[in-house]
């Protein structure tokens, strides 16, 4: 007997017509959610890879801004101070040193001028500096990240990730053969319509799942409270940073306490520093563990910006679970997860995705 059916009475079996409209319906979904929002996935898309193209580029073309080639350690005091004297006392700052022999370092600065300066590390002279969205490679993050729209932008690519999943569902459905020895076929000798209705049709359904990952893991890093709900389901409590009294710090301090917390942690990696520009705030120093897969380091050292005592250590992995799921989120959206294989194939989905968002405009406008 049919788990559907009932003592007595034969199970229900759906009518043609109540499948033709249950498709019809599931089109309807997929069509407006594509009309609606697939210009928003076709940006992100587009974006996210070109990006992947344009930041070797850039560092390519634009060699000596990143290069510092007799540079050996950072010298911090030299490095601040010269930093104060060129973006003023009220901007904060998140140095990068350098990751590799030969690298400059670079300085995000948060102030009256917002961008990036890139100094030698071992005497501080400025070798560049960038306005926040005054490249390419500035331009296309800042369209990627929130559309040039902020907090709005940002909620908006989160909406279009969720019709995304909406978009995949349905597209299943309706890509559901009944004959499963076609259901991979792509008629490359038809018309250039059904040609284009196979390639968006089998690819959607092939590819779909990869898709979403990228999706959905930059949905997740958009948008703050989805890493916070998680937290708040888990039960944990977010980690916050440690009350302080004093500061701002002098350029002295922040090099006593990047070697503070590389003594906390002798193997670990120094990510960023962050110099806060007002009283009261402490001193960050993110580093990167060997066990971490984050390629910036999640494990944060917060020290008292006159002292340079370690107040607080919140190591990556004893972090609550919404901000700890980061730690593969991050590299896993980038490419930076699995090596150079994940990074070509993160390129091409995000061209996919840029395909699936053409194909179905054109589709739609040429059957409209």
């Known amino acids: 007997m049919s788990p559907t059916s009932t003592p007595g009475k034969p199970a229900r079996v759906a009518t043609p017509a109540v499948r033709l409209r249950t498709r019809r319906w599931w089109l309807k979904v997929h069509r407006w959610l594509g009309l609606s929002l697939g210009i928003v996935l076709l940006v992100a898309a587009a974006t996210g890879s070109a990006m992947l193209m344009a ?15 007799n540079a050996s350690e950072v010298d911090y005091p030299a490095v601040v101070t010269r930093l104060k004297a060129n973006t003023g006392p009220g901007a904060s700052l998140t140095l990068r040193p350098p990751r ?8 995000n600065v948060r102030g009256g001028w917002s961008g990036t300066i890139f100094m030698d590390p071992a005497t501080g002279e400025v070798l560049g500096r960038r306005a926040e969205s005054g490249t390419v490679v500035g331009f296309l993050f800042t369209l990627h990240s929130s559309l040039l729209g902020g907090e709005t ?19 299943i459905y309706l890509w559901w053969p009944v004959r499963w020895s076609q259901a991979f076929t792509i008629r490359w000798t038809a018309s250039r319509l059904r040609t284009w209705f196979d390639w968006h049709r089998v690819t959607g359904a092939v590819l779909g799942m990869l898709v979403l990952i990228s999706v959905v893991s930059g949905a997740y890093m958009a948008w703050p409270p989805l890493a916070q709900s998680v937290t708040k389901l888990s039960g ?13 710090p002098q350029a002295e301090a922040i090099g006593r306490a990047v070697d503070m917390a590389s003594t906390a942690f002798p193997q670990a990696m120094v990510g960023y520093v962050q110099v806060p520009a007002k009283a009261h705030q402490p001193i960050r ?26 107040l607080q250590i919140n190591r990556w992995s004893e972090l609550d679970p919404g901000t700890r799921a980061y730690a593969y989120i991050y590299p896993l959206h980038t490419g930076e ?24 405009l054109w589709l739609w406008w040429r059957r409209r």
């Not at 916050?240 to 500061?247: E, K």
């Not at 120093?285 to 370690?310: A, E, F, M």
């Open 55 to 69: 930041d070797p580029l850039d560092k390519a073309l634009n060699a000596p801004l990143f290069r510092a080639p």
């Open 100 to 107: 590799s022999e030969g690298e400059s370092l670079q300085a």
């Open 153 to 171: 932008g940002k909620a908006v690519l989160t909406l279009a990730a969720f019709a995304y999943v909406l978009m995949l569902v349905s597209g």
């Open 236 to 248: 944990a409590s977010l980690a916050s940073p440690p009350a302080v009294v004093g500061g701002p």
């Open 285 to 310: 120093v993110r580093l990167r563990l060997p066990d971490d897969p984050h390629p910036n380091g999640l494990t944060s050292v917060w020290l008292h910006p006159d002292t340079t005592q370690i």
């Open 337 to 360: 997860l699995w090596g150079w294989v994940w990074t070509v194939l993160t390129f091409f989905i995000g061209i996919a995705l840029s395909a699936y968002a053409i194909t179905g």
